[in-house]
């Protein structure tokens, strides 16, 4: 059984930082793309951060030069650092895995985690 289990997320005055991760288990073998989406309040998930099985990264417009996704592929790891946090990055952080279809940010992904809360004061 694939699990997903998010961490790092917590409140923060803006301009600051902090580093997400996301724990993968039950994975059968091989690699897999996993992305960063998040989700306000009163808004629709929106994919962050996407990193293929080639290594290929793509960003929201909203978080380029700001946060850099990263992979630990052998161990399907999952990371997110995020730097010069304002308040509308305020949300659920949820780690994804395994897109079924499409590309880059515009991926359907199989497997979710619970999320990590982020609050930008």
């Known amino acids: 059984q694939v699990q997903l289990v998010e961490s790092g997320g917590g409140s923060v005055q803006g301009g600051g930082s902090l580093r997400l991760f996301c724990a993968a288990s039950?994975?059968?073998?091989?690699?897999?793309?996993m992305a960063w989406f998040r989700q306000a309040p009163g808004k629709e998930r929106e994919a962050v951060a996407v990193?293929?099985?080639?290594?290929?990264?793509n960003y929201a417009d909203s978080v380029k030069g700001r946060f850099t996704i990263s992979a630990d592929n052998y161990k399907n790891h999952l990371y997110l650092e995020m730097s010069a946090l304002n308040p509308d990055d305020t949300a659920l952080y949820i780690c994804?895995?395994?897109?079924?279809?499409?590309?880059?940010?515009?991926?359907?992904?199989?497997?979710w985690g619970q999320g990590t809360q982020v609050t930008v004061s």
């Open positions: 994804a895995a395994h897109c079924l279809r499409g590309q880059g940010l515009g991926c359907v992904f199989g497997y």
């Open positions: 039950g994975f059968t073998g091989g690699t897999y793309s």
């Open positions: 990193i293929d099985t080639s290594g290929r990264k």
